[in-house]
């Protein structure tokens, strides 16, 4: 029958990180009490491996006794059994979960995460027994100081040469395969301010404040509010922009209009019209008109102040015609030069060419 192990003992005791802990004879019997394999079976390790790999045997249950805390061992490898018994690895160590850890599974309590088995390593936790799994030697687990990498990859290597020496290869491949221990005299040969420090549990990151979070919080607010603030006024100088330059364009296009309207080519009543017509064209688009050589290139507005320009003052409408309407026409009425320019139109349309009304106007009123 396996003896149990004891592992802990009531105390101030100093982790391999160096923190100080304060352990009551009440907190370790919370921790015996609180112990359950179906929520997390602390495994039997060699060192303390970050990742509790690989495990030799098992804490079966945890009792608080006179000298601390007791673990039952079980299902334990028979030669991992045979190197402890022969002294190979007389240290061990217990790993525990910090109560407010949040990776502890009984969250409250010191939580035992694994027990590591050490060969020379000086203990932490001071007057414990030696481990043993034998019935006439006693078995204690100590506290563990610092301690390299390096050794516990040392151990390992030599752990798995005597399970091959022993029973081969195939036998050393199930109980500890080769790259684990590969993997431990890599992490070994890293410098040594990259290594982690390992602890009673796992690293835990940083926590902010709630008066440190509502301060972030503000911060990211009056950013925002400030950003907000830059793009609202931006916004707005573009809109006064916008409407300055348009301004400039309509009352540039209302003087050209002021002009046509003078030279009698434009009526003034379709002044408004015109200039808000000639105010939407895009001048920034070329448009090519005819073919060949003949053909213009011309953007909307600069074609639209040809056909004005072209537009010949040959027709009165209407300010400066006398009592009976009649201009400077030839002596024709409005009424009279409407009349012929439709029969105008009529005539060449007869002969199969297109005239607009202007140009039909304008053939009357030079005629």
């Known amino acids: 029958m396996i003896k ?17 802990l304060d352990f009551s004879e009440d907190q370790l019997r919370r ?26 045997g098992w804490v079966k249950s945890l009792s608080f006794a006179e000298n601390g805390i007791e673990a039952d061992p079980y299902q334990v490898d028979a030669d991992f059994a045979e190197m402890v018994n022969a002294g190979r690895f007389k240290k061990i160590s217990a790993s525990w979960y910090l109560p ?29 027994r030696d481990a043993a799994f034998s019935e006439d030697e006693e078995g204690i687990v100590e506290f ?19 399970i091959i020496s022993k029973d081969g290869i195939e036998a050393a491949d199930k109980a500890l395969p080769d790259f684990l221990v590969g993997d431990l005299e890599e992490e070994a040969r890293r410098p040594a301010d990259s290594e982690p420090n390992p602890t009673f549990s796992e690293p835990q990151g940083e926590e902010m404040t709630r008066e440190e979070l509502a301060a972030q919080q503000a911060k990211l607010d009056k950013q925002k509010a400030d950003q907000d603030a830059q793009a609202a006024s931006f916004a707005e100088r573009e809109q006064r922009i916008a409407e300055r330059e348009a301004r400039i364009k309509r009352d540039a296009v209302a003087v050209e209009i002021d002009k046509f309207i003078g030279a009698g080519k434009v009526p003034a009543a379709k002044k408004d019209a015109l200039v808000a017509f000639m105010c939407g064209l895009d001048d920034s688009t070329v448009i090519e008109f005819g073919e060949g050589d003949k053909a213009v290139k011309q953007s909307p507005m600069d074609f639209m102040r040809s056909f004005l320009g072209e537009i010949k003052p040959a027709v009165s409408f209407g300010e400066e ?3 009976d309407g009649a201009g400077d026409n030839g002596g024709l009425t409005a009424e009279q030069i409407k009349d012929k320019a439709l029969e105008y139109q009529e005539a060449k349309k007869s002969k199969g060419i297109a005239v607009s009304y202007v140009d039909a106007v304008n053939a ?4």
């Open 4 to 20: 149990s192990l004891n592992i802990f003992k009531p105390g101030k005791h100093t982790a391999m990180n160096g923190l100080s």
């Open 31 to 56: 921790s015996a009490e609180a112990y359950d394999t179906s929520i997390h079976e602390a495994p039997l390790t060699v060192g303390h491996p970050r990742d509790n790999l690989p495990a030799y």
């Open 100 to 128: 407010d850890s949040p990776s502890n599974p009984v969250p409250g309590v010191y939580y035992l995460r694994h027990v590591g088995f050490l060969g020379a390593q000086p203990p932490a936790v001071k007057g414990l």
């Open 144 to 162: 563990v100081e610092p301690y390299s990498t390096n050794i516990i990859a040392t151990m390992m290597r030599r752990l798995r040469d005597w």
């Open 321 to 323: 015609s006398g009592e």
């Open 364 to 367: 009357v009123t030079a005629a």
